[in-house]
């Protein structure tokens, strides 16, 4: 078997490697052995006869008016990738963060994206994995394997994929059924995070017309992060684990039917949630205290202001907070240690039925069910011995002191040894998501120049997101007590340590009807467009079945001694009813084509994108929510409203032209682009008001080039590709964000026209060069290597305090191998990130800084999510 190369090349997050991609080198060989009708390469030596699905049509990447970038499974498996955040080094503009408590994870391209803190929002960057739409980024968080064929189309997609693809598509294809028998095993070694995967398939016929093929890995890494010397947690170092397996059967009865099923599922454990995050202590320098009870206590914060040391300060609950809420929790009994689990089963059932000649009705039918759990502590810090900020009268106690953390937070002082654990703000959220889509289309063929397709999509899910956290941390004083309340009445104390549990449950039903017609006006120009029409309506509740006692109610002041309803926080037991959201679209597209010669294709682009708005799931369990019960209209609405996100859309185009020379050994492309996004979906969190802030932007407008080259050298096996791309990407319209006072329309307002949009360099590119060099009859020298540099650009989505930018940086991945000529083995060594470069891919502020005006200095630390460092991989591969 020989291999189709693919090769891409990037710096990481954010990086711009550019149009076409890397996946358009094609060193000699086949792509796939198992390569199906939807997947086939050819085995000429060229850039451009990769097989995309861009606009739900085989068509040659080449060929397509659409801006794609590749990356094939030889790729993958090339340089080990076992996340699908190692991607972003192989496509242009794509920026992956994978973790966190709200979503999971977050996609973006060209500077446009979904924040990750909520698990509310659809991905403006769409996950279409075997071709179903996944509505949780979590789906990144378990991994990928045995895959195919990766594509990324950026811009809107909204015509031939759907609601949620207003910035583009991350599309994932898995590997079919092959037509003979085969297997295939591969195993690695990886030095660095003391990391071991074990993985393989097994494939081939059953009858004469139904396929199989069964796939399944493990992937065990012990040392994902190295924690700083002194850190306060039972585990020094935190791992990750993933275990994948995948049945898919392929049904071919006759040319005129094809059937293909795949049934997977993924099992995910951490030893916690936040990932690769250090903290960055700001213009001030310093560690700044963890401060709670409106600043009346302050924790040392613990971390050593290093942000480039890859030894990270992320400590266990403090004893205070750590026995949870057991309503059940799964977090409860665990002593406070962060931990993560994630159950995934996917279901796809595909099939194609051509009715004569003219016609072929193809359906999709998706299903999905999540259930994840994790629990961390989201003050990124906090170690004993605490103390307080209140000045203590003197005398009893000494001139200048402050009151001893036993009057002001008994349960703190009970366990605050020197060293001790005191992560604060803990959470646990549950994620559960059952999620069933049906998409069905009708294609014509004819010969004539006219053709056309329509279609339908339903979706149906429902989405809970069941958290226990911790946002004042009340429990320092004291676990939930009793209270007896004033005219009677007895609010029981359960003995949980979590300021409150809330429950959103969120159902979502989806319809959309679109039709695509192409006309060749001449044997060279083609004119293609289409709309599609979406609703979508949502209904959400809101249940807090436990507040904290102490936040609850508060003493009455009258004095009886008893207890009365706290104006700021609910109740045990509130419950919103439904809260509505409805909204529909229409979004059309247009696209001229001329090709003059089978290796010349320009294009231009009219496009228009649309993501649903929503309810948002991240209120906090205060009295605003009261409005929903108020007996005046107006109340209720405006409360619901405070709730409610609007819609997202774009609309704008781009120009092309796709080039091959040199009989096909040279291919240039050039893409250019201009789109505007109105009211995009933001979301930030107050680090001092302990709070998100959940918004629409008023305007993002991105525009850039991306240039591609790629030459297939007359060294047998040697190909050398270059990437560049040009991005200017920033707010276009008045976006104002509140300031420390978390309120907007006061003084600390801060207006984001002008500024630049997150994870968007101005500049960013790549060189690669990829050799598979015969030494003898039998055996091969495999060696790949790519540079890639990128300008830099603002890593946080939407400030509320100072912004953090990425300086420029140079990342550097290589392979070396040797192997059979026949590819029936490979030993190779592998390095990603050899120049172990640390960047950011996105920051906000920590939790619980202090104000400006208090006791204690204003804060200004910010988290960094960074990307993984210095990767060495040995790795043998073995087919039968």
Not at 654 to 671: F, Y
Request: hydrophobic share 40%; charged share 15%; net charge negative.
């Amino acid at each position: 078997m020989r291999f189709l190369h693919l090769r891409c090349v990037a710096g990481g997050a954010g990086w711009l490697g550019s149009a076409s991609l890397l996946a358009l080198v094609a060193t000699p060989g086949v792509a796939f052995a198992q390569a199906t009708a939807e997947t086939a390469t050819s085995a000429e030596s060229t850039f451009g006869e990769i097989i995309v699905r861009a606009r739900m049509q085989n068509e040659t990447l080449q060929d397509v008016p659409v801006t794609v970038s590749v990356v094939g499974g030889e790729e993958i498996e090339r340089y080990s990738f076992n996340q699908i955040a190692q991607v972003v080094s192989r496509v242009p503009t794509l920026n992956v963060q994978v973790g966190g408590s709200g979503s999971g994870g977050q996609l973006s391209l060209r500077g446009v994206g979904s924040s990750n803190i909520s698990a509310a929002f659809d991905s403006a960057v769409a996950l279409d994995y075997d071709g179903v739409q996944v509505s949780t980024m979590r789906m990144l968080q378990t991994g990928f394997f045995d895959v195919a064929q990766i594509e990324v189309l950026r811009g809107p997609q909204s015509l031939y994929f759907g609601k949620s693809a207003s910035a583009g598509v991350f599309a994932i294809k898995s590997a079919d059924p092959t037509p003979k028998w085969e297997a295939g095993v591969n195993a690695s070694w990886e030095f660095e995070e003391k990391g071991w995967l074990v993985g393989g398939f097994v494939s081939g016929p059953l009858t004469d017309t139904l396929g199989i093929r069964f796939a399944g890995q493990i992937n065990d890494i012990s040392e994902f992060q190295k924690l700083q010397p002194g850190t306060p947690a039972a585990n020094q170092t935190r791992g990750l684990k993933y275990l994948m397996g995948r049945v898919t059967l392929q049904w071919d009865p006759d040319p005129g039917l094809n059937a293909n099923l795949k049934l997977q599922y993924t099992r995910f454990e951490n030893d916690g949630a936040i990932g690769t995050a250090e903290v960055f202590c700001g213009k001030n320098g310093v560690a700044d205290p963890i401060v709670l009870l409106q600043g009346n206590i302050a924790i040392p914060a613990g971390y050593n202001c290093n942000v480039f040391d890859q030894r990270y300060f992320l400590v266990d609950a403090s004893r205070a907070l750590a026995p949870g809420v057991p309503l059940p929790s799964r977090a409860a009994g665990r002593n406070g240690v962060p931990f993560g689990e994630t159950d995934l089963f996917f279901a796809r059932l595909k099939w194609d039925a051509k009715l004569n000649d003219r016609f072929t009705l193809s359906s999709v039918t998706g299903f999905l069910d999540l259930d994840a759990v994790d629990f961390d502590s989201y003050s990124y810090g906090g170690i004993g011995p605490a103390s307080t900020t209140i000045p203590a009268p003197s005398p009893p106690f000494p001139p200048g002191s402050t009151l001893p953390v036993s009057l002001v937070a008994p349960a703190l002082a009970a366990n605050n040894a020197p060293g001790s654990p005191q992560g604060m703000g803990t959470s646990d959220p549950n994620n559960k998501l059952t999620q069933l889509t049906q998409e069905i289309r009708l294609a014509s063929e004819f010969s004539g120049r006219f053709n056309f397709m329509l279609g339908a999509f339903y979706e149906w899910r429902k989405f809970t997101f069941d958290t226990a956290q911790n946002g004042v941390n009340i429990s320092i004083i004291s676990p939930d007590p009793t209270r007896n309340l004033l005219g009677g009445g007895v609010a029981p104390g359960t003995g949980y340590t979590f300021d409150w549990n809330k429950i959103h449950l969120t159902k979502t039903e989806a319809i959309s009807l679109f039709g695509s017609l192409t006309f060749d006006i001449t044997d060279t120009l083609q004119l293609s467009g289409g709309v599609r029409w979406t609703d979508e309506r949502k209904v959400q509740t809101i249940s807090v079945p436990y507040v904290h006692n102490l936040l609850a109610y508060v003493a009455d002041p009258g004095g009886s001694g008893l207890f009365v309803p706290s104006p700021t926080f609910l109740q045990s037991g509130y419950f919103s009813g439904p809260i509505r959201f409805s909204d529909s679209n229409w979004s059309p597209e247009v696209t001229l084509r001329y090709q003059p010669s089978s290796d010349l294709t320009l294009f231009a682009a009219f496009k228009t994108g649309f993501k649903s708005g929503g309810i948002d799931n991240s209120a906090l369990p205060s009295n605003a929510l009261r409005g929903l019960a108020s007996s005046d209209p107006a109340v209720v609405e405006a409360t619901k409203r405070s709730l409610i996100f609007d819609s997202e859309t774009a609309i704008g185009g781009e120009v092309g032209i796709k080039s091959q020379l040199a009989d096909r050994r040279l291919t240039l492309n050039a893409t250019g682009y201009w789109y505007v996004f109105d009211d995009l979906q933001v979301q930030n969190f107050n680090a001092f008001q302990v709070q998100f802030v959940t918004t629409n932007a008023g305007q993002v407008t991105t525009r850039g080039v991306d240039l591609f080259a790629g030459w297939n050298t007359p060294i047998e096996g040697l190909v050398l590709s270059g990437n560049l791309s040009f991005l200017d990407a920033k707010y276009t319209d008045a976006f104002i964000q509140p300031g420390d006072d978390g309120i907007l329309g006061t003084p600390d307002d801060v207006d984001l026209n002008g500024r630049r949009a997150s994870q968007a360099p101005k500049v960013a590119g790549n060189v690669a060069a990829d050799w598979v060099a015969p030494i003898s009859s039998g055996l091969q020298l495999v060696f790949g290597g790519n540079l890639a540099f990128n300008s830099g650009y603002l890593t946080d989505e939407a400030t509320l305090d100072e912004d953090y930018f990425q300086r420029r940086f140079i990342t550097l991945d290589s392979t070396i191998g040797i192997g059979s000529r026949d590819g029936r083995w490979q030993l190779s060594l592998i390095g990603v990130n050899l120049t172990d470069k640390i960047y950011v891919i996105t920051s906000g502020n920590r939790p619980f800084l202090a104000p400006a005006g208090g006791r204690l200095p204003r804060g200004d630390d910010v988290i960094l999510t960074q990307n993984r460092g210095r990767q060495l991989f040995v790795e043998g591969r073995f087919r039968f």
